[in-house]
Nanobody, 123 residues
Framework: QVRLVESGGGSVQAGGSLRLSCAAS????????MAWFRQAPGKEREGVAV???????LYTNSVKGRFTISRDNAEKTVYLEMNSMDVEDTGMYYC?????????????????WGQGTQVTVSS
């Protein structure tokens, strides 16, 4: 059974940093593209960052230059380094896994989802 477990969320002041982790219990982790999505209160879920099988990345415009997605295939973990955070980054952050080469925020392409970790940025 595949499980994705996020950690690292919390409260931070604007301008601060957080690092999210997502540990995956996927036997063929390296065959999966991994992504971070977020959902703010009252808003739809949106894609934040994707890293595909060979390590290519995609970011939503609002986080470019501030967030970095990375993966450690040996540890079966994906990370999201968040710097220069803004109150608009507040939300529940979800890790997702999709089999194959995915560089898209189409959430239907992702087969597995974590339970989420809350990120709150205060001004």
């Amino acid at each position: 059974q595949v499980r994705l477990v996020e950690s690292g969320g919390g409260s931070v002041q604007a301008g601060g940093s957080l690092r999210l982790s997502c540990a995956a219990s996927i036997s063929a982790f390296s065959a999966y593209s991994m992504a971070w999505f977020r959902q703010a209160p009252g808003k739809e879920r949106e894609g934040v960052a994707v890293i595909d099988r060979p390590g290519r990345t995609l970011y939503t415009n609002s986080v470019k230059g501030r967030f970095t997605i990375s993966r450690d295939n040996a540890e079966k973990t994906v990370y999201l380094e968040m710097n220069s955070m803004d109150v608009e980054d507040t939300g529940m952050y979800y890790c997702a896994a999709g089999n194959g080469y995915i560089l898209s925020f189409n959430d239907r392409l992702f087969d597995y989802w974590g339970q989420g970790t809350q990120v709150t940025v205060s001004s």
